[in-house]
Nanobody, 113 residues
Framework: VQLVESGGGLVQAGGSLRLSCTTSGNIFVINALGWYRQAPGKERELVAR???????NYADSVKGRFTISKDNAKNTVYLQMNSLKPEDTGVYYC????????WGKGTLVTVSS
């Protein structure tokens, strides 16, 4: 399974970004897709996750601001991020859960105050 993220960039606080993660390869082994982030000096943390059955969960810090969605026809998962805050800054990684975890290389999101 290969994961390629896109959509990161620099945005002012209060702005929006949409991240995309396109999957390829043996995607039938995937049980869930999600987004994690790692801020400078911090551990990687779950941001949002969605199972193949459609259930989603979010980190408390992003509830009401971020939305994870999937386009099965495009094998792509999205993370719509609204009302961004400086503390949302970090490298965002796409994750696919199967028998093992698969990771993308990450895309940098920088939110300026």
């Amino acid at each position: 399974v290969q994961l390629v993220e896109s959509g990161g960039g620099l945005v002012q606080a209060g702005g929006s970004l949409r991240l995309s993660c396109t999957t390829s390869g043996n995607i039938f082994v995937i049980n869930a897709l999600g987004w994690y982030r790692q801020a400078p000096g911090k551990e990687r943390e779950l941001v949002a996750r969605k199972t193949i059955f459609g259930s989603a969960n979010y980190a408390d810090s992003v509830k009401g601001r971020f939305t994870i969605s999937k386009d099965n026809a495009k094998n792509t998962v999205y993370l719509q991020m609204n009302s961004l805050k400086p503390e949302d800054t970090g490298v965002y990684y796409c994750n696919a859960e199967g028998a093992v975890d698969y990771w993308g290389k990450g895309t940098l999101v920088t939110v300026s105050s």
